[in-house]
């Protein structure tokens, strides 16, 4: 057990629920590795009572926290400062302690983006000059759009089944980076697109644990047409969606890394650090045996 002192740094998580998250065993495996006098724990909030927490969090020298669901939109109105593109974002899943204007609590950050750009590079895969398929128009894609602009993608589509939950994310991305790059298609048209040797960002439900044999498109010709795929889903670890890919002869990434290095960014602004690719692996290894033999309990 953890030797917990009078010393002991606490992070933690709020969100409703938070008794699957894997958070924990990131941060409290980071702070094992490293030797930090830091423990992190999961507190489940309930909606009318974010900001409530989030005040109580600084009065009780909380280092940081993280935001998961359903508070990463309306954590904001407790924060003191939010970084420039959380807030055009307009979500926030890390808070770090500040102090702005006199006034003290925390300040947002989006590492959600940060851990996508992260698991991109360890796969070697750039998004500069790149066409980008963004598949879904929910609080994931609204983040990864914004990471696909700044990291210079010449052009992204995003296909949803609503298109004015599409065409709102690109309207706000369009806006932010003063570019007209990113464009909405419903996802019936995914065919009418004419771009090829695009990268494929999955960021639907659609595939999820127990529906592993679902995919958003089924058509060989979509998979044949991309350069790479990624799948934010890591439940199932090898997505219907990967699998096509894989068909088709091209990589295929699951979300499992991206949620390794949202955690990751996290931990390094919370302590001004710097986590090598080494730790970074041995993480992942931890996360990998303790996710995968839980998926696996659940499937028998
Ligand atoms: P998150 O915030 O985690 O990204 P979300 O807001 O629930 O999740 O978004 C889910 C996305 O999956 C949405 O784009 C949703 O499409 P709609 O905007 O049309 O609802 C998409 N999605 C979920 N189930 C789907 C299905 N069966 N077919 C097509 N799209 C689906």
Same mark, same amino acid.
Request: proline share 2%; net charge neutral.
């Given at each position: 057990?953890?030797?917990?002192? =009078?010393?002991?740094?606490?992070?933690?998580?709020?969100?409703?629920? /938070?008794?699957?998250?894997?958070? !924990?065993?990131?941060?409290?495996?980071?702070?094992?590795?490293?030797?930090?006098?830091?423990?992190?724990? !999961?507190?489940?909030?309930?909606?009318?009572?974010?900001?409530?927490?989030?005040?109580?969090?600084?009065?009780?020298?909380?280092?940081?926290?993280?935001?998961?669901?359903?508070?990463?939109?309306? /954590?904001?109105?407790?924060?003191?400062?939010?970084?420039?593109?959380?807030?055009?974002?307009?979500? #926030?899943?890390?808070?770090?302690?500040?102090?702005?204007?006199?006034?003290?609590?925390?300040?947002?950050?989006?590492?959600?983006?940060?851990?996508?750009?992260?698991?991109?590079?360890?796969?070697?895969?750039?998004? &500069?000059?790149?066409?980008?398929?963004?598949?879904?128009?929910? =609080?994931?894609?609204?983040?990864?759009?914004?990471?696909?602009?700044?990291? =210079?993608?010449?052009?992204?589509?995003?296909?949803?089944?609503?298109?004015?939950?599409?065409?709102?994310?690109? #309207?706000?991305?369009?806006?932010?980076?003063?570019?007209?790059?990113?464009?909405?298609?419903?996802?019936?048209?995914?065919?009418?697109?004419?771009?090829?040797?695009?990268?494929?960002?999955?960021?639907?439900?659609?595939?999820?644990? !127990?529906?592993?044999?679902?995919?958003?498109?089924?058509?060989?010709?979509?998979?044949?047409?991309?350069?790479?795929?990624?799948?934010?889903?890591?439940?199932?670890?090898?997505?219907?969606?990967?699998?096509?890919?894989? &068909?088709?002869?091209?990589?295929?990434?699951?979300?499992?890394?991206?949620?390794?290095?949202?955690?990751?960014?996290?931990?390094?602004?919370?302590?001004?650090?710097?986590?090598?690719?080494?730790?970074?692996?041995?993480?992942?290894?931890?996360?990998?045996?303790?996710?995968?033999?839980?998926?696996?309990?659940?499937?028998?």
């Amino acid at each position: 057990m953890k030797d917990i002192k =009078g010393t002991t740094n606490v992070c933690c998580l709020i969100g409703n629920p /938070v008794a699957h998250s894997i958070s !924990p065993l990131i941060h409290n495996t980071l702070a094992q590795l490293r030797g930090d006098d830091l423990v992190y724990v !999961p507190f489940k909030v309930e909606e009318n009572r974010v900001e409530e927490a989030v005040k109580g969090a600084y009065a009780l020298n909380v280092l940081g926290m993280n935001v998961t669901v359903p508070h990463k939109q309306h /954590v904001l109105q407790a924060l003191v400062e939010t970084d420039s593109i959380a807030q055009a974002i307009g979500a #926030v899943n890390t808070l770090v302690r500040t102090t702005k204007d006199g006034i003290s609590g925390y300040k947002g950050y989006n590492t959600d983006i940060l851990g996508l750009e992260r698991e991109l590079e360890d796969v070697g895969v750039s998004l &500069k000059d790149k066409e980008i398929v963004l598949l879904g128009a929910g =609080g994931a894609a609204r983040a990864i759009a914004f990471l696909c602009v700044q990291k =210079g993608a010449s052009q992204v589509v995003i296909l949803n089944r609503t298109i004015s939950k599409a065409n709102s994310i690109a #309207v706000a991305v369009n806006q932010y980076f003063n570019q007209s790059i990113v464009k909405a298609m419903d996802i019936k048209d995914y065919d009418k697109m004419a771009l090829n040797d695009y990268i494929a960002i999955q960021t639907t439900s659609v595939g999820l644990h !127990p529906n592993n044999d679902d995919v958003i498109i089924c058509d060989d010709q979509f998979y044949k047409n991309a350069a790479a795929g990624v799948d934010i889903i890591y439940n199932p670890s090898t997505t219907k969606f990967m699998k096509l890919m894989h &068909k088709h002869g091209k990589p295929a990434y699951n979300g499992l890394k991206m949620l390794l290095y949202q955690g990751i960014a996290a931990y390094e602004l919370w302590l001004n650090c710097t986590i090598t690719k080494e730790m970074a692996d041995k993480v992942y290894d931890v996360m990998e045996k303790n996710c995968f033999a839980a998926f696996r309990n659940e499937d028998k």
